[in-house]
């Protein structure tokens, strides 16, 4: 089946550092990426969409010069948390889907930030 | 965030009970609904998908859609402690975002 590889699992750094979260498909090319956050206790919130090659769509009330996010490839997404705040710790999740939906929607296994 | 909305929860079965789960959602033009199923501190993992009206069935889960009334809902049948999760459905948006309900925690009581 389809795997999405997320690093790190987890990580923790200190407040004004950046961090950089990435999400590789493994077996299948991903033309889209969500990039989600989930606050304990809480639903997934989507926070952008990205297409391969184009800029992320972002969410209303995500900050996009602070969660940049890069699809060069259509294996490859980064989420970059940038001048992180203890605020930003929370759960971050991607997803991938192929062009034909052959795989739906394959989540990574997630990336516990916490900003210190 | 779209509507996709989930009943609150929580909830609770016995063991070997039916849990229902249900969602409803507000873009008309989602054509296919996912459930999934998120232990604590994991990622929600797939467990199944529904694209036509009716009844789909898949071992212990039945999921039902019903795109007239815009409701999509999950059965579980004889359930399990080991399905105590919290379950969530998902509908792409027109627009291609992937959309989360709120989620349904589930406990199943030995």
């Known amino acids: 089946g389809a795997v999405v590889s997320q690093h790190p699992s987890w990580v923790i750094c200190k407040s004004g550092t950046s961090v950089k979260i990435e999400c590789r498909s493994l077996?299948?090319?991903?033309?889209?990426m969500f990039w989600y956050r989930q606050f304990p206790k809480q639903s997934l919130m989507l926070m952008a969409t990205?297409?391969?090659?184009?800029?992320?769509?972002?969410e209303q009330g995500v900050e996009k010069d602070k969660f940049l996010i890069n699809h060069a490839s259509l294996t490859l997404s980064t989420l970059t948390v940038t001048s992180a705040h203890p605020e930003d710790s929370s759960f971050y999740i991607c997803?991938?889907?192929?062009?034909?939906?052959?795989?739906?929607?394959?989540f990574g296994s997630g990336t516990r930030l916490t900003v210190v | 965030q779209k509507e996709v909305e989930q009943n609150s929860g929580p909830l609770s079965v016995p063991e070997g009970a039916i849990a229902s789960l249900n969602c409803t959602y507000s873009d008309r033009g989602s054509q296919s609904f996912f459930w999934y199923r998120q232990y604590s501190g994991k990622s929600p993992e797939l467990i199944m998908f529904i694209y036509s009206n009716g009844d789909k069935e898949d071992g212990r889960f039945t999921a039902q859609l019903n795109k007239a009334s815009q409701y999509v809902s999950l059965l579980i049948r004889d359930s399990q402690p080991s399905d105590s999760a919290t379950y969530l459905c998902a509908a792409p948006e027109t627009g291609n975002q992937f959309y989360f309900g709120t989620g349904t925690s589930l406990t199943v009581i030995p």
């Open positions: 997803s991938a889907r192929d062009g034909q939906l052959l795989h739906g929607y394959t």
């Open positions: 990205s297409n391969e090659g184009s800029k992320a769509t972002y």
């Open positions: 077996d299948f090319q991903a033309t889209t």
